[in-house]
């Protein structure tokens, strides 16, 4: 059946930035279609509560409370999956984010902490999963990058410029490790996470993005898990390379900040 290829039995997967949001909801959904699972970011205590969802539905959660913004310890987590399932079959590179800020606020710095954040952290993480991936049946990569990694909007210099530049690392990394190891990532939209609660609470700032995305609707985390489920599994095993845009239609952006011009 067309469904089976959707299952992850017996896979294990790492997930970043699995305490809330897109890497909670897709701990999950790796887990509901069959993989064991790594999750790590900060804060233990939200990972315990998703490690219990995880195991409610049959599969085995590793927490890992790490700051992953040191590319050391993002590395750290495929010898994790090693150590505590024996393989590593799946990658997801969620973790990261830069808050807005004008071009002029934007230090070189600030640039490269964003950088640093968005693509080294996946770096070295990938690199490091992959002679795991290697020793067993190969293995996916899925790397989170933004709409505003292709789309120009003031404010976003620093997150857009390393989102598109993670964008590209996907499709230049999926040619270093074909055939046997897959990536692809999925340009993000709006979704309602604590990053978006600023909008999400306020219902006239809602109305106007929801109003601005041709789908009428701010996204779902499970919208973004959904899509990682299908890339990381059989479904998705003719495509790397790619940048899947998951973004409910949008050609330019949904949300101005409504800097000034200089």
Same mark, same amino acid.
């Given at each position: 059946?067309?469904?089976?290829?959707?299952?992850?039995?017996?896979?294990?997967?790492?997930?970043?930035?699995?305490?809330?949001?897109?890497?909670?909801?897709?701990?999950?959904? /790796? %887990?509901?279609?069959? &993989?064991?699972?790594?999750? #790590?970011?900060? @804060? *233990?205590?939200?990972?315990?509560?998703? !490690?219990? +969802?995880?195991?409610?539905?049959?599969?085995?959660?590793?927490?890992?409370?790490?700051?992953?913004?040191?590319?050391?310890?993002?590395?750290?987590?495929?010898?994790?999956?090693?150590?505590?399932?024996?393989?590593?079959?799946?990658?997801?590179?969620?973790?990261?984010?830069?808050?807005?800020?004008?071009?002029?606020?934007?230090?070189?710095?600030?640039?490269?902490?964003?950088?640093?954040?968005?693509?080294?952290?996946?770096?070295?993480?990938?690199?490091?999963?992959?002679?795991?991936?290697?020793?067993?049946?190969?293995?996916?990569?899925?790397?989170?990058?933004?709409?505003?990694?292709?789309?120009?909007?003031?404010?976003? /210099? %620093?997150?857009?410029? &390393?989102?598109?530049?993670? #964008?590209?690392? @996907? *499709?230049?990394?999926?040619?270093?490790? !074909?055939? +046997?190891?897959?990536?692809?990532?999925?340009?993000?939209?709006?979704?309602?996470?604590?990053?978006?609660?600023?909008?999400?609470?306020?219902?006239?700032?809602?109305?106007?993005?929801?109003?601005?995305?041709?789908?009428?609707?701010?996204?779902?985390?499970?919208?973004?898990?959904?899509?990682?489920?299908?890339?990381?599994?059989?479904?998705?095993?003719?495509?790397?390379?790619?940048?899947?845009?998951v973004d409910g239609g949008l050609q330019t952006p949904n949300?101005?900040?409504?800097?000034?011009?200089?």
């Amino acid at each position: 059946m067309i469904l089976d290829r959707f299952q992850l039995t017996g896979q294990v997967a790492v997930v970043t930035g699995a305490g809330r949001g897109i890497g909670a909801a897709t701990a999950v959904a /790796l %887990a509901e279609a069959g &993989a064991d699972v790594v999750i #790590a970011s900060r @804060t *233990r205590d939200q990972l315990e509560l998703i !490690a219990q +969802r995880v195991e409610a539905v049959g599969r085995r959660a590793h927490v890992v409370a790490a700051d992953l913004s040191d590319p050391a310890e993002a590395a750290s987590l495929a010898q994790a999956a090693t150590d505590a399932f024996g393989r590593l079959d799946i990658v997801v590179n969620n973790v990261g984010g830069t808050y807005p800020r004008p071009i002029l606020e934007t230090s070189t710095e600030f640039l490269e902490e964003a950088f640093r954040f968005n693509v080294s952290t996946a770096h070295a993480l990938t690199v490091a999963a992959t002679p795991a991936m290697l020793g067993g049946d190969g293995g996916a990569v899925v790397n989170i990058s933004s709409v505003m990694g292709r789309l120009a909007g003031r404010g976003f /210099l %620093a997150y857009g410029t &390393a989102k598109g530049a993670l #964008a590209q690392y @996907t *499709r230049l990394a999926a040619t270093d490790l !074909a055939p +046997r190891i897959r990536v692809n990532a999925i340009a993000v939209g709006s979704v309602a996470t604590s990053a978006l609660d600023v909008v999400v609470n306020n219902p006239e700032l809602r109305g106007k993005m929801e109003d601005a995305t041709p789908l009428r609707r701010i996204g779902e985390a499970e919208d973004i898990a959904a899509t990682i489920v299908y890339l990381v599994s059989r479904a998705g095993k003719f495509v790397t390379g790619k940048v899947f845009e998951v973004d409910g239609g949008l050609q330019t952006p949904n949300l101005e900040l409504g800097l000034p011009d200089l």
